[in-house]
C-alpha cells in the first residue's frame, strides 16, 4: 500500500481521499498514538477552505475517536497554524494545499512536526491489516477550540526579532482563496504595514485564480503590482505554506533568491560554531554562496524529505539555523514545520530594514534550465548507477554528491543535478550555469548514453 506521498496524502474527494479513507486513516493514526505514547492522546484538527473538507473532518473525527483518541477541532485554519497546535500532542490537516477543487488531502502531525515516513508506513501497515473501533467505554471526545488569534500573535513576536518595523511600508497579499487570507494580512498589519488584500475571502472553488501560485496564476497580482506603488508582494497558496515574493512592480522573485536571503540571515543570526541550512539537491548553488559568507554550510536531502534532513544534520552535531525547499521554508527557531506566513512577516521586517533591490543585489542569479529525459522505470536504477561514474569523468573539475541523484558543483559555482523522476518515466537534468544551455546539453549526452547502457533503446528528448 502507497497512501502517502512527498506531502501527506492527496488526490481526488471521491476516488482517493474520500470519507471512508479518512476514517480509516483516523483510526489508525490514533490507535497507533496511542500504542506510542502507551496512554490517552489528543489530536488538534484542522481544514482548509475546500467543499470536501468538513465531510472529511467529521470522517476523520469518526476514525480518531472511535479508537479512543480525543479531538480538538479548530476548525478553517492555514497548514502551519495546525501545525503550531499541535506541539505537545497530534494533528491532523484536511488539505489538499495547491492542488485543484476537486481534490483534498491529509496530513498528519506530530509535535508541530509532519509525520516522517517510519511512522506514515506504520498507519499504512494499519490500514492495511483492517482498522477497527476499540471498545466503547474507551471511545474519545470532540471539542472545539480557537486557535488562529495565538497562533497570529506567535508569529508577530518571532518576526519582530528581523529587521525593523514596517511602519509605512506598503504590501500587497494575494491570498488565493485560501488559507492565508486568515493569517498574513493580519499579521502583517499588527507589525505595522499597508497591507492591500487581494483574493482573501476563502472559498473552496478558487474563483479568483488557482491555488497554485505561479507567473502564470497571478497576472492580477503582477498587474495591480506594476505602478509600482508598494513596496513587496506575496502570495501563497491554498493552505498557506507556501509563499511566492514579488518586487514592488510585479516582477516574481525567484524561489531560490527568496532561500538565499533568508538563508544569509539566519546563519549570520545564528549563536553557534557550526549553523547550517539544509535544503534540496535542485535548490540553486546561490544558497551556498550566501550562506558561506555569512560563516555557514548547506547540507542537502531528499525532495520532500526536508524534516528527516533537519533531524540527520541535528543528530550529526549541526545548529539547523533554516530549512527549506522550494516556496516552503522552515523557520527552526519558531517551529518544525513549513509556514509561510511566518516567510511572509520575517521577509517583510528584512525589507523594511533593506530595500528587496539592496537585498537581492549580492545574490549571483544565473540562468536556470530543467531537462526531462524519457527512462522507463526498469532503466533508472542502472542508469543512475552508470552516471555516477560517468557524469564525473565528464566534469573532473567538479565536487561530486551522489547521496540524491548525482550533483556536480563546478569551481565556477554552476552546477548539474540528476535524478530519478519518483512519478514520471524521466530522468530529470536541473542545471544553472551562466551558459546554462551548454552545461545541460553536455549533461544531456552522458544521461542520454547512460540510459541507452541501462535499457538498450536510445532515448528521445523532451525539454
Not at 254 to 259: A, C, N, P, S, Y
Request: charge should be negative; include cysteine.
Amino acid at each position: 500500500m502507497d497512501l502517502f506521498g512527498t506531502a501527506g496524502i492527496r488526490g481526488d474527494a471521491r476516488e482517493t481521499v474520500t470519507p471512508s479513507l479518512a476514517q480509516r486513516v483516523g483510526q489508525a493514526a490514533a490507535a497507533d498514538a496511542i500504542e506510542e505514547e502507551n496512554g490517552a492522546v489528543e489530536f488538534v484538527v484542522a481544514r482548509d477552505g475546500r467543499v470536501t473538507g468538513e465531510a472529511l473532518v467529521d470522517a476523520m473525527a469518526s476514525g480518531l475517536t472511535s479508537a479512543g483518541a480525543d479531538v480538538i477541532e479548530i476548525g478553517q485554519a492555514p497548514t502551519p497554524a495546525l501545525a503550531y497546535a499541535s506541539q505537545g500532542r497530534y494533528g491532523v490537516a484536511i488539505t489538499a494545499s495547491h492542488n485543484p477543487p476537486e481534490d483534498n488531502g491529509i496530513k498528519l502531525f506530530v509535535d508541530g512536526e509532519e509525520y516522517g515516513g517510519k511512522a506514515e508506513a506504520r498507519i499504512e501497515d494499519r490500514i492495511e491489516a483492517g482498522t477497527e473501533p476499540t471498545a466503547w467505554e474507551d471511545w474519545g471526545t470532540r471539542e472545539s477550540a480557537a486557535v488562529l488569534p495565538e497562533y497570529r500573535e506567535a508569529v508577530v513576536d518571532y518576526a519582530e526579532r528581523f529587521g525593523a518595523d514596517l511602519d509605512g511600508l506598503r504590501v500587497v497579499v494575494d491570498c488565493g482563496n485560501g488559507m492565508a487570507g486568515l493569517a498574513t494580512p493580519a499579521v502583517l498589519r499588527e507589525l505595522g504595514a499597508e497591507v492591500v488584500t487581494l483574493n482573501g475571502n476563502v472559498d473552496g472553488h478558487f474563483p479568483g485564480r488557482g491555488s497554485k501560485p505561479t507567473e502564470a496564476t497571478l497576472g492580477d497580482c503582477i498587474d495591480f503590482l506594476d505602478d509600482g506603488e508598494f513596496d513587496l508582494g506575496i502570495a501563497h497558496d491554498g493552505d498557506a505554506d507556501r509563499i511566492v515574493v514579488l518586487t514592488g512592480d510585479g516582477d516574481v522573485v525567484h524561489e531560490d533568491t527568496v532561500l538565499a536571503m533568508l538563508a544569509e540571515e539566519y546563519v549570520a543570526a545564528a549563536d553557534s560554531e557550526d549553523p547550517a541550512t539544509v535544503t534540496t539537491p535542485n535548490a540553486s548553488a546561490r544558497i551556498d554562496e550566501r550562506v558561506r559568507a555569512a560563516g555557514g554550510r548547506v547540507e542537502r536531502v531528499a525532495l520532500g524529505y526536508l524534516h528527516d534532513g533537519i533531524a540527520d544534520a541535528r543528530e550529526g552535531g549541526a545548529d539547523v539555523a533554516f530549512a527549506a525547499e522550494p516556496w516552503k521554508h522552515v523557520h527552526t527557531r519558531f517551529g518544525g514545520w513549513i509556514d509561510g506566513v511566518a516567510s511572509a512577516a520575517v521577509l517583510a521586517r528584512l525589507v523594511a530594514e533593506t530595500p528587496l533591490a539592496e537585498r537581492r543585489e549580492p545574490i549571483r542569479e544565473r540562468p536556470y534550465t530543467k531537462v526531462s529525459v524519457p527512462c522507463a522505470d526498469h532503466a533508472k536504477v542502472g542508469a543512475m548507477a552508470r552516471l555516477a561514474e560517468t557524469l564525473p569523468e565528464r566534469f573532473p573539475e567538479a565536487s561530486v554528491d551522489d547521496e540524491y541523484g548525482v550533483r556536480l558543483e563546478l569551481p565556477d559555482a554552476s552546477w548539474v543535478l540528476v535524478r530519478p523522476s519518483g512519478t514520471e518515466p524521466y530522468l530529470r537534468i536541473y542545471a544553472e550555469s551562466d551558459d546554462v544551455e551548454t552545461l545541460a546539453g553536455a549533461a544531456e549526452t552522458v544521461v542520454e548514453d547512460a540510459i541507452e547502457d541501462a535499457s538498450g533503446n536510445a532515448p528521445e528528448n523532451t525539454a
